[in-house]
Structure formats: structure tokens, C-alpha cells
């Protein structure tokens, strides 16, 4: 059974750090795009960051560049998502999955809230 199981999130005062952790469980993902995912209260999900299995084909939404930093350890089957210089707008559900996204995979995700 594929499971994706996020965790890290927290809450954080704007300016902080968070890293967040996608452990996957029942295939390796070794050779896939993968991708971390956020969707805030009444908005539309959107794509975050991307990587692919070279880790050398990096992608992050314009509104995250800079600021977040996405890796992989395939030999762990783990994704990372390191968060610096948080803004409010950053809280959302975070969920990572493969790109294109897998409607099966999608887990419970990973609550991160900025604010003062």
C-alpha cells in the first residue's frame, strides 16, 4: 500500500523556519518528479516546488523562490522541504506527491501556520 506521510509543520512567527519531511512508504519514488503541494482555507491548491530524480531539474513557485529550499534523499524515500523566512502567507495544508499528482497518493498533509 503507497502511503505519503508529511510531517514538520507547526506554528512559526513570520521571519521563522520550518522543515518539513514526506516519508513514502510501499513503492520507491527514486525515479519520479516529486512535488510539494499547499493549499490554504478557500483557495485552490497549488504547486510549490518540484524535483526531479537527478536533482538537478528544480522547479519552486515564483511566491516560495528564494525563500524555500526542496531535496530528496532517495536512498530514505524521504522529501524535504526547508522554509525560511516565513509569511502569513505561507499557512496552508502542506501535502507532497508526485508530479503529475497521484489522486491516491494524497495523505492528511502537514498544518503550517504564520502568525504573530
Known amino acids: 500500500q503507497v502511503q505519503l506521510v508529511e510531517s514538520g509543520g507547526g506554528l512559526v512567527q513570520p521571519g521563522g523556519s520550518l522543515r518539513l519531511s514526506c516519508a513514502a512508504s510501499?513503492?520507491?519514488?527514486?525515479?519520479?518528479?516529486m512535488g510539494w503541494y499547499r493549499q490554504a482555507p478557500g483557495k485552490e491548491r497549488e504547486g510549490v516546488a518540484s524535483i526531479d530524480w537527478t536533482k538537478r531539474d528544480i522547479v519552486y513557485a515564483d511566491s516560495v523562490k528564494g525563500r524555500f529550499t526542496i531535496s530528496r534523499d532517495s536512498a530514505q524515500n524521504m522529501l524535504s522541504l526547508q522554509m525560511n523566512a516565513l509569511e502569513t502567507e505561507d499557512t496552508a495544508i502542506y501535502c507532497c506527491?508526485?508530479?503529475?499528482?497521484?489522486?491516491?497518493?494524497w495523505g492528511l498533509g502537514t498544518q503550517v501556520t504564520v502568525s504573530s
Open positions: 506527491n508526485t508530479i503529475p499528482a497521484e489522486n491516491e497518493y
Open positions: 510501499g513503492r520507491s519514488f527514486s525515479t519520479y518528479i
